[in-house]
């Protein structure tokens, strides 16, 4: 068991150290936001690049949040039932939920992605609009990245929880 644990452990804290790095985007996103009115709507400057770029830092956020998300608990749960059960018949649910819709979930997203952002990197895909990023391959890397981040960390929490289930409550 302790294996498992460290396991938990090493995943826990690369999706702990990239959610509070990504958090960070937040203020980015937010500045370049009002710099882009700010220049707009103050000196009559437009930038699609920069447009663009609060479109690529929004996906990044949610993308590659979703797994930080997970590891905090802040995903959506219907929690009427859920509220009052045992750390036990949890992570029996948890377990469940992780091994029969997340990780299958998180493999089809992949799988299903890999050929889109392939023949997006082929082709070095870049925005269609003028003066915008020319890097759209990097932005639906994000897809199957998002995939793989979410299904290591739902790894984590069904580990998580079987050790719960084998370990008792403690």
């Keep these: 068991m302790p294996v498992l644990h460290a396991i938990v452990r090493s995943i826990d804290t690369f999706t702990d150290r990239s959610g ?4 960070w985007l937040c203020l980015a996103m937010a500045a370049l936001t009002a710099l882009i009115v700010f220049l707009r709507y103050g000196f009559n400057i437009g930038s699609m690049a920069a447009q663009e770029a609060v479109i690529y830092m929004h996906a990044c956020l949610f993308m590659l949040g979703a797994s930080f998300t997970l590891k905090v608990g802040g ?3 219907v929690d009427i039932f859920y509220q009052k059960f045992s750390a036990r018949n949890r992570a029996w649910v948890n377990s469940l939920g992780g091994i029969i819709f997340l990780l299958p979930f998180c493999a089809f997203i992949f799988g299903m992605s890999w050929n889109y952002v392939s023949e997006s990197w082929a082709i070095r895909e870049s925005s269609p609009e003028p003066g915008g990023i020319p890097a759209v391959f990097l932005l639906k890397s994000l897809i199957p990245l998002m995939a793989l981040n979410l299904f290591v960390q ?3 929490e069904v580990l998580r929880n079987a050790l719960v289930l084998v370990e008792g409550d403690s």
């Design 20 to 23: 509070r790095l990504l958090a």
């Design 75 to 77: 995903h959506v749960r």
């Design 154 to 156: 739902g790894l984590a």
